[in-house]
């Protein structure tokens, strides 16, 4: 589950996490006694409101290009990760 | 008329200054944070913009201009609600030297209602966690007892308007986070009704249950922020095209007469004696006020935390996700590869209990287990929210309950045990998963720490929880 996650874990907290996770598993269990479709009157919760389909101007508070330090051909540029220059000069060697 | 709402007509007059009244909470934040026992209550104060700020203010009304319903308020900000010119850390390593780019829209608006932002407020990482002790930076201290938490995970704005830091200050509310620390350091906080506030620039915990809230000393200060920052907002599609009523003018009206139900499920022996003594004692002065108050139920309450645990841990598992080291944040050194960067970045960035949530929450979403947990607990909300809504359709006004079982709890008395800390909330909980709006009071002590009351009102009737709430804070005379 952390590996599905995008978590490293190590053993001592793999092993931590397990028993706190089984501890409160066990506590929502107590979900599976419910049955029924849980339809519920027109003021609960609150619906998101669909808004008229037309055009809406531009939500963003600040230009596209004022939201990262660099842009290039519209593309937000990143740190490279150091791996991938090996990985580039991997694939142009003939 | 609130000892703020006079500042404010003196500060808009010209009688006050805000300058004067920005330079006393520096001076007190910075007295507060030093010495032996530091608040820490805020992660970041920048003291030359908040200067700044309070002479602009006074400057506008000076030259014949609007200084705004706030003019001259002091406001803290909860520090995952992004602002300019101060970082946005979410109390995360993970988001350690970030400053955002754009401004939170309700903070956006307190300005432009002549409030002054001095600081950014210690949290819980991420909004989760009831003690604002999973902070990466450290925690709070409760101001009525060093030895105890503030609550969470809006610890750090409970503490700073509780300590006469500030005026009010912006929380917010996924399971409680506004009214549970509201309750632990004896102001009042406020959950508005889901859509109510636009969610634009809060850092993303559990969109479904995530709101921003508002913590003030008296009823009326948290009417008077909520009016000025709630409203549509077009970079929200959850914030609802709906008017926001005068609220202040909902505070004058009589409250007798309205009908308040208080739930048998909230009142147990489960709960701190003291705590339900205080409880009975301001029901018993809503009925000399002349409400109604009635015992109702509501059946469903005990699958709350259970489905609050696994909706919020799903949500948060998704929103999390961003946190990558790709594009902004932390990302770990030396990291080899792509995947390494990921699983390096957010097993250093993240602390236990962020870590904790992401997991349990892509465990209870994976194949096999989503019908049994997820369903199961969307299941749980559709039962809590009609519960709800069968007892304000019975003719109930608003429900009363104590905010949280006990009293402030003491530092690393639930940090080790996940469930006992999420079972805090078990009585704020309910109002996120119906998306209703509720407010937290204190109503009494228990020896000397704050008790904190209830009330919860039919979605978009924060006018109704408002009146009950001012009646009941003129019955009691807790006004500081």
């Known amino acids: ?94 | 008329m609130s000892e703020l709402g006079a500042r404010i007509d003196a500060v808009r007059s010209g009688a006050a200054a805000a300058a004067a009244a920005t330079g006393a909470s520096l001076s007190a934040i910075d007295a507060a944070e030093r010495g032996p026992h530091p608040l820490h209550a805020f992660l970041a104060v920048d003291s030359a913009a908040a200067l700044a700020a309070a002479q602009a203010v006074d400057g506008t009304r000076d030259r014949g201009g609007e200084p705004g319903p706030l003019a001259g308020v002091t406001l803290a900000v909860k520090d995952n609600l992004c602002t300019l010119g101060l970082p946005t850390t979410c109390g995360s390593r993970m988001l350690e030297d970030y400053h955002s780019p754009f401004e939170a829209t309700a903070v956006r608006r307190l300005r432009d209602a002549g409030a002054i932002v001095v600081g950014k407020t210690n949290l819980d990482e991420f909004g989760m966690g009831s003690s604002t002790e999973h902070s990466a930076f450290g925690p709070t201290l409760n101001p009525h007892d060093a030895t105890r938490v503030p609550g969470g995970s809006s610890g750090g704005s409970a503490a700073a308007v509780a300590a006469g830091l500030v005026d009010v200050a912006l929380g917010s509310d996924t399971g409680g986070s506004v009214r549970q620390p509201a309750a632990f350091c004896g102001v009042v906080g406020m959950k508005p009704t889901y859509g109510r506030v636009s969610r634009y620039g809060l850092v993303a915990f559990a969109s479904s249950l995530d709101q921003v809230g508002v913590l003030g000393s008296r009823v009326e200060d948290a009417a008077r922020v909520l009016q000025a920052m709630a409203g549509p907002d077009a970079r929200d599609s959850t914030a609802a095209p709906r008017p926001v009523p005068d609220l202040l003018k909902a505070l004058r009206v009589e409250a007798r007469g309205m009908v308040v139900g208080v739930p048998r499920e909230y009142t147990s022996d489960a709960v701190h004696a003291q705590v339900r003594n205080r409880v009975r004692e301001a029901a018993d002065r809503l009925r000399e006020a002349g409400l109604d108050v009635r015992t109702v139920s509501l059946p469903h309450t005990d699958y709350a935390v259970p489905a609050y645990c696994v909706i919020a841990a799903v949500e948060a598992s998704s929103n999390l996700a961003r946190y990558d080291g790709v594009r902004y944040g932390f990302r770990a050194p030396a990291a080899d590869s792509t995947s390494a960067v990921y699983l390096e970045t957010r097993a250093r960035g993240f602390g236990d209990e962020a870590r904790r949530r992401i997991v349990l929450g892509t465990y209870v979403l994976s194949a096999g287990y989503h019908d049994r947990y997820y369903q199961q607990a969307q299941r749980a909300r559709a039962h809590i929210a009609r519960d709800f809504d069968r007892v304000f359709r019975a003719g109930v006004d608003v429900i009363f309950t104590p905010t949280t079982p006990t009293p402030a709890f003491r530092f690393g008395e639930r940090v080790g045990d996940p469930y006992a800390m999420y079972l805090s909330d078990a009585f704020t909980v309910t109002a996120n998963l119906a998306g209703i709006p509720a407010l937290s009071l204190p109503i009494g002590c228990a020896g000397r720490l704050p008790v904190g009351g209830q009330l919860m009102g039919r979605a978009w009737d924060e006018a109704a929880v408002l009146r009950v709430a001012a009646a009941l804070e003129r019955s009691l005379g807790t006004e500081p």
């Open chain 1, 1 to 94: 589950m952390a590996e599905l996650a995008s978590v490293r874990l190590t053993g001592p907290e793999v092993e931590r996490l397990r028993t706190e996770l089984a501890a409160i598993l066990d506590h929502v269990a107590v979900l599976s006694e419910l049955s029924g479709d849980g339809a519920v009157g027109p003021d609960h919760p609150p619906t998101a409101p669909l808004r008229d389909d037309v055009e809406a101007p531009d939500p963003l508070q600040v230009p596209l290009s004022e939201l990262a330090p660099t842009l290039v051909d519209g593309f937000f540029t990143v740190p490279r990760i150091a791996a991938l220059d090996d990985d580039a000069a991997d694939r142009s060697t003939p």
